[in-house]
């Protein structure tokens, strides 16, 4: 290995050059083939059969998710000026090429179900917006009447109506948000509008995001150098220590780009995460190399090159092999964004080492040796201070245990606490324009989440019998009555029970389920001969084996979810009773399922990342005892992470569930560097008190600098406009704290007591 760092040493330009090249490639494919993904369809696995069963039920029903444009005005909108710009509002929808003319719902385009001498007839509200009080009159007299509309499409204060495009994921894009804002805003005055809906949401996470990116990078780069400047004193180790993080990030987003992998809202964060981590390699080679300059001043920089490649290159290897360990097992995930974030941050780390033992010692090696104060007197104290502090820990060895017993305690009690949230709004500030617009709505109409629950027969006609209507109804008025997160439902029994009044003289008596098949059969007949037939086949398919049950919910998140699951589900009896099965569907159900892989994925990525990272440590040290003893302090630090998570009701998320494996994968590294050098100095010396004052002052001072770092670097986070992205830079911030501390504490008190580098050789 020696005479590979000779070689090494001696071609500092031609890696420079090299590392340059590949880097400005890299750089060309980020800049060129780089897009950002939000549709939560491409963030789940396609197979799963909780997808796969959605999926063929969007394409039965046409389930879409709906951009929501609310028109308000406080004078209330039976005016000729709002109900003009309601139609013109909706053609202007109709005519977009994202948009099918069928799939824009509003109270110029919606069906008014009315009985007549002859029948049943259908016809839209109105077709040319009426301008006198009498016809403005009427046309309000006919919304009141129909449960169908008053309350969906117009609010019970008749203040607010809205206008719903229902749009395909294949069409959504950047361009078209924009356009769908736009065309909102020319429509203001005196009217307020309103934008909402998942695709509005989703497009906003995936403008704001990028930007975020471009806004923490700069800020996380001048935090990385101050702390850097005040560790390393040197200006020199502080460049190559920071070009080196700055390359390994081109690296892994230019790979993610040539591989055609899209930028998701949790990848904006590897740069941050590996700006902050991947500075600890240098950290540690310039603190060794500044430490044998003060032991041996006048040394050359090819001697002190070579020592620090022969000291420190086989702790900086191992460390970054658990870091990168610790992100790969998010491959055990199926949630696609948390899976690419593992792989190509552990890439990152990867190549943070590769040039942190490469470019580092060519830059020294081309540039010179950093310039360092000799102060004899500053080693004493640092020397005398890690001897207080080893003496110290060692006299309170059983409290350090039992301390430590206790806050695992308090943090299982708390991970009891913790939960799963898949939302999209919550990533957003409470205050945030997109958060108000979807409260707006959700005051006023049913909500801007849907759950769709699937009946499904095995017999023709099924959904013609009263029996099983009537058993969809009350599942209905159960759910909508007794849940306030469910703002309304729309089913079949809907259009049957408006038919069933209006053909018995508007009566409210009759607003039920008609009593007899045939009577069903003939309603719904004369529906399709009078009425637009696609909008029947959105609830029911062309043989009525298949039921769509639509309930719109006041929240995204999975308690809401939950909650709505649970009332439909006390009615699984009825309809098994009645031979039909109850499947759920759409962006709702998906989003559930969602946060049951994420939930699935933390687990196994927790466990396994734990037995490698133990079998690690235990080749590497030759000891199954060590690698046990390295693992105490990070096991802590993940039960403390979830312990605060569960206190503090901070949500497991797609950012928060990469806690354990950045908890784990970043943690070790305290634990790698004190065991290798404490089993060093145990050869040495022989000494275990001797052993430990100079593992504290060698790798104690690094891991302190360490520590700064990398917590300085992660606060950054803390100026995410994502409350989640603040959340996670405030726990790992904690994670690297109590690491640290684990470390230093009671992980060198089971190396002291254990004896496990001082037995005697039989």
């Not at 099918?100 to 007549?116: E, F, M, P, Q, R």
């Amino acid at each position: 290995m020696n005479r590979f760092f000779e070689k090494l040493i001696t071609k500092q330009w031609l890696i420079l050059a090299i590392v340059l090249i590949v880097t400005i490639l890299f750089f060309w494919q980020m800049k060129q083939n780089s897009r950002m993904e939000t549709d939560l369809d491409e963030y789940m696995p396609q197979d799963h059969p909780a997808f796969v069963y959605s999926n063929q039920a969007e394409d039965w029903f046409n389930i879409k998710d709906g951009v929501i444009i609310a028109i308000e005005n406080e004078q209330g909108i039976y005016n000729s000026g709002t109900l003009n710009k309601v139609k013109q509002l909706t053609k202007a929808l109709q005519k977009m090429e994202q948009v099918h003319k069928d799939d824009v719902t509003s109270l110029y385009s919606a069906d008014n179900i009315i009985g007549t001498e002859e029948g049943l007839d259908v016809k839209p509200f109105f077709d040319r917006v009426p301008d006198s009080d009498s016809s403005l009159s009427k046309l309000q007299q006919n919304v009141r009447n129909n449960e169908m509309v008053f309350g969906r499409l117009v609010s019970t204060d008749e203040k607010v109506t809205i206008v719903v495009a229902e749009i395909g994921d294949d069409v959504f894009s950047q361009e078209f948000y924009h356009e769908l804002l736009d065309l909102a805003k020319t429509y203001e005055g005196p009217e307020k509008l309103h934008v909402a809906g998942r695709p509005i949401v989703e497009g906003t996470m995936a403008y704001l995001g990028p930007r975020d990116m471009q806004r923490m990078v700069p800020i996380v780069i001048v935090v990385i150098i101050l702390v850097l400047l005040f560790v390393l004193r040197s200006v020199k180790s502080t460049i190559f220590t920071l070009l080196v993080v700055l390359i390994s990030t081109v690296w892994a987003f230019g790979l993610m780009a040539a591989v055609g992998i899209p930028i998701y809202a949790v990848s904006t964060m590897i740069p941050v995460m590996l700006i902050a981590i991947g500075v600890a390699d240098g950290i540690h080679l310039y603190s060794h190399l500044f430490l044998f300059m003060k032991s041996n001043p006048g040394v050359g920089k090819k001697e002190a090159v070579l020592d620090m490649l022969k000291e420190m290159w086989k702790p900086v290897v191992m460390t970054s092999v658990t870091t990168a360990v610790g992100f790969i097992s998010l491959l055990t995930s199926e949630v696609y964004p948390i899976k690419y974030f593992g792989v190509f941050t552990a890439f990152g780390v990867m190549m943070a080492m590769v040039f942190s033992l490469a470019l580092i010692p060519a830059g020294i090696m081309a540039f010179g040796l950093p310039k360092i104060k000799q102060d004899s007197k500053n080693i004493g104290e640092q020397g005398r201070a890690f001897t207080a502090f080893a003496l110290f820990i060692n006299r309170h060895k059983y409290a350090t245990i039992f301390v430590s017993i206790a806050i695992g305690a308090v943090s299982i009690f708390g991970m009891s606490k913790v939960w799963i949230n898949s939302s999209f709004l919550d990533k957003f500030e409470k205050d945030s324009d997109i958060v108000l617009t979807d409260k707006f709505i959700n005051k006023y109409f049913g909500g801007t989440s849907t759950l769709n629950v699937i009946l499904d027969s095995s017999e023709l006609d099924a959904f013609k019998e009263p029996a099983i209507l009537t058993a969809m109804d009350q599942m209905q008025q159960d759910v909508d009555g007794s849940l306030e997160v469910v703002g309304n439902s729309f089913a079949l029994t809907d259009y049957l029970k408006r038919m069933n009044k209006v053909m018995h003289a508007d009566s409210e008596k009759y607003n039920i389920i008609p009593d007899s098949k045939e009577l069903v059969a003939q309603y719904l007949l004369l529906y399709e001969m009078s009425g637009d037939p696609e909008n029947l086949w959105q609830v029911v398919d062309y043989n009525y084996q298949k039921a769509n049950v639509t309930f719109q919910l006041k929240s995204d998140n999975s308690k809401a979810l939950n909650s709505a699951l649970a009332a439909i589900d006390r009615h699984l009896g009825n309809f098994k009773n009645l031979g039909v099965k109850l499947n759920y569907a759409g962006s709702g159900y998906k989003g559930l399922v969602f946060s049951d892989l994420i939930l699935e994925g933390q687990i196994k990525s927790l466990i396994l990342s734990l037995i490698i990272v133990i079998a690690l440590l235990s080749f590497m040290f030759k000891k199954i005892t060590a690698g046990v003893i390295g693992a105490v302090p990070i096991t802590i630090t993940a039960f403390i992470s979830f312990g605060v998570m569960g206190l503090f009701n901070i949500p497991l998320s797609t950012t928060t569930a990469l806690l354990s494996s950045i908890a784990i994968g970043i943690g070790i590294d305290y634990g790698v560097h004190f065991i290798e050098r404490y089993k060093i100095y145990a050869q040495e010396t022989g000494d275990k008190n001797e052993t430990s004052r100079q593992t504290m002052h060698h790798s104690g001072r690094a891991i302190i600098f360490n520590a700064v770092v990398v917590i300085a670097g992660f606060l950054v986070l803390l100026f995410s406009v994502f409350p989640p992205n603040r959340a996670l830079g405030a726990l790992v911030s904690l994670n690297m704290f109590t690491s640290f501390l684990g470390t230093v504490t009671v992980m060198y008190v089971l190396l002291y007591m254990s004896n496990i580098y001082f037995k005697k050789k039989k």
